[in-house]
């Protein structure tokens, strides 16, 4: 059920000649307006380039006279005169120009959408092709069609990500992601320029759902992992920008695995005025669970339902809507695990055996609409306005049973691998009551005035809303050997067996907290864009500022008022060399004002007056653009740095992050970002990544530690390929190797006694598929006629079924009192089975 409130209010005017007037204004309008109608016809259509991308900023000019050009979904709507011959022409600056003549007949309306082709031109000596606004910008595009082939464990545009610098996605079930040295919360997405959310209580990747992101509807994706500009919003690492396409023609697109499926449909109307596109997706994780090391019946049953619908009232005004919903349960009852850890010399092993139950869910409902005016071929205007609301909940009783012990290494024996000698033995009782309800509510207005052919002024000013309910109740009790164990900071005193302990038994972990508050935000940018020459070189820059004020209210607690202003720009230059080369810089102040994560404290308890976090940010780069082969190689390279104050401390389990919600820690981080992508194999694109980082903070002037996102090295790769004579015959590789991150420490443990790190990540992902419908060929057969597109493989998950981590449970030694660090495996290796349809 799509929750929508609408707030109607009946204005009266008393002044009735005033109606009078505004009547006589509108059917004289109508009247005009039919009058020029029964004159003219239109030409209405979509642009796209050869790899059917919309093209943005198309001059279309008839030989009537009249004008226009195509906006950011290259749309473009021109009326020209009926019953006379008139030629329309269609010019950009890095595509050929096409011509098309029309005899059209009074009112008639009809769709032409041409296709131009890439047209490398020289202008003062310096090369323009497509894809400079993303190079002079640091904004790294995707393919939407290696995101449709790349699917993986967990398919998605995430699951690309991972295999570029500086982003680290150390759980192949999560869709979350951390970006030089970042958190999962520092990430801002959007999708057709609408800010879109994620659950509150996700505590492990199990549990998660699909990505908001909806692959079949991706027209475009767009990445910056820093020094971005201050048109996105305040967020301290990345911005992952998508846009959703405005159909041209009927289709539908289906894809079946044993991991689920999807099944998206598209189409237009007759007059081109509405479009729509549509998909629902059902995820069911069942065949990578049943494979963990814990043993038991799940049932993880993710499913949700998306669309995108545009109507064209006319060709200065367009209505877009957006609509999600989502629903994701996730069942648990386990029954036993087996770890082996340690050394070859001292192997240890963990033996669980587990009573209860988990039963998670996340109810998700989203809408928005997206109303674009177009004042004049200048100038154009958009209001936004969205809901967003959320019901979590997560409810778990889990008694385990453990025993820590050696494990017997005699080969040979029928014993082999089993615990011979217990070093620990004790039980643990986890329970959760986790409730939360949040509603966010946004208006904005956006706008941007096109100075001339070469600058641009972009501005926004945005109202934010959010209502949020949470319940946190959560305990955890631990007996070792018999004796309950209290917190370290318990203070009565425990003196047994010379003294009997007469004080309350208490719980080694206990938080309650019943929190509603009220956040409410503006936030305002303006920026203004140029790019002109310098000498015989091509220059681009951007200066833009933003500001953020926001306010928290609890029940019993007024908050106050704070305010951010984060100035930012940009700046390239594209010298006059033989070698196509640019140079860029970009940097500012970047601020993170609290989300509610961030203000909620590790006992659960909100705390109003936390302050943004603060960064500023240079990144450095450049791109080298050359051949080999006669092929196309793109090499970029980026170094970067940051500066943190008013940092708020947090720990990292699995993917759940609890804030200390104090801003008492500084912090660094820099690294190196390289990544080389061109058509290895020809017709294919394929890249290899490098990165290096480093991130450490300084709590409460204690001395520099390892942040918990420290990823020091990564490498990734995304290979294509396909069998020479056999070119139907297709393959992809997803290698990532990632150094391991610090392991985290255990409950009411000082994070600067435990910086031991996981070990390293290392994943491979293999795909296969065989093409038996291509919609660039002819068939014969009447079966494959009925398919634009149709292709049958299978998948390798972890083909080297490597033993990767995400946390350590800690076990306490019941005689040494030591506690050791147990890893927690992610998925080993799984085969897939692919079907994927285009009608």
Known sequence: MLEIVLHLKLYSLENKTFLKRIDLIIIFSLLLGSLSFSQSAIVRGVILDEANNPINGVNIKASSGTGTATNLNGFYEISIPSNVEVSLEFTHISHQKVEQKFLLKNGQEIEFNPVLKTDIVQIAAVVINSNTRQSVEGVTTISPEVIRTIKGAQP??????KTLPGVNISNELSTQYS???????????????IEVYRPFLIRSGNQEGLSFVNTDLVQNVDFSAGGFQAKYGDKLSSVLDINYRNPVAFGVRTDLSLLGGSVAAESVSKNGKFSGIAGVRYRDNSLILNNLETEGNVE??????????????????????????????????????????????????????????????????????????????????????????????????????????????????????????????????????????????????????????????????KYTHEDIRDRLVEYEIIDSAGFSIRPPNFSEPNLQPYEPYSGPLTSFENIRALNRIHINRIQTFAQYSKRTAWGANEVFYNIGV????????????????????????????????????????????????????ELRDSSGVVQPKVKAQKSFHVVLGNEYSFEIWDRPFKLVTEAYYKGLSDVNPYTLENVRIRYRAKNNAKAYAYGLDLRLNGE???????????????????IENRGYIARPTDQRLKFGALFQDYVPN??????????????????????????????????????????????????????????????????????????????????NTWVRDVYTKRQFAIPNFLTPRVFNVRLSARF
């Open 680 to 698: 290895f194999v020809p017709g294919t694109e394929s890249w290899f990544s490098f990165g290096y980082l480093k991130t450490e903070e300084n």
């Open 300 to 461: 993880p049953v993710f499913a949700d339902a998306q669309t995108y619908l545009t109507y064209r009232f006319s060709s200065k005004f367009h209505l877009n809507f957006l609509g999600n919903i989502s629903l994701n349960k996730y069942n648990f009852q386990p029954e036993n695990r087996q770890t082996n850890f340690g050394t070859l010399d001292e192997p240890i092993a963990l033996l669980v055996f587990y009573d209860g139950q988990e039963k998670d869910q996340y109810q998700t409902y989203f809408g928005a609409f997206k109303a674009n005016y177009f004042l004049n071929e200048d100038l154009t205007l958009k209001f936004i306005g969205s809901a967003y609301h959320t019901i979590e909940q997560e409810y778990f009783d889990i008694f385990a049973q453990y025993r820590l012990g050696e494990v017997n290494t005699n080969i040979g024996d029928e014993d082999l691998g089993e615990v011979e000698f217990s070093e620990g033995i004790g039980t643990q009782l986890t329970h959760a009551r986790n409730d939360l309800d949040a509603f966010i509510v946004n208006a904005e207005h956006r706008g941007d005035y096109k100075i001339d052919e070469e600058s641009t002024i972009e501005w926004s000013v």
């Open 179 to 193: 970006v030089r040295g970042g958190n999962f919360d520092e990430n801002l997405v959007y999708v057709n320029e």
């Open 546 to 597: 933003r500001s953020h004020s926001w306010s928290v209210n609890d029940e019993a607690i007024k908050g106050t008022t704070q305010t951010v202003v984060s100035p930012r720009a940009q700046f390239a230059i594209k010298p006059d060399w033989d070698k196509d080369m640019l140079f860029r810089i970009a940097g500012g102040l970047y601020y993170q004002p609290p989300f509610y994560r």
């Open 156 to 161: 998605g545009v995430e699951n690309i990500l």
């Open 726 to 807: 056999i070119p139907d015959l297709k393959m992809y590789l997803n290698l990532v190797y990632n150094t391991g991150v610090p392991g985290g420490s255990p409950s009411y443990a000082d994070p600067y006694n435990f910086q031991i790190r996981l070990r390293d990540y290392r994943r491979a992902d293999l795909g296969i598929s065989y093409v038996l419908v291509d919609s660039e060929k002819s068939y014969r057969s009447n079966w494959k006629r009925k398919f634009k597109n149709l292709s049958i493989g299978f998948e390798i998950y972890n083909m080297f079924n490597n033993q990767n981590t995400i946390t």
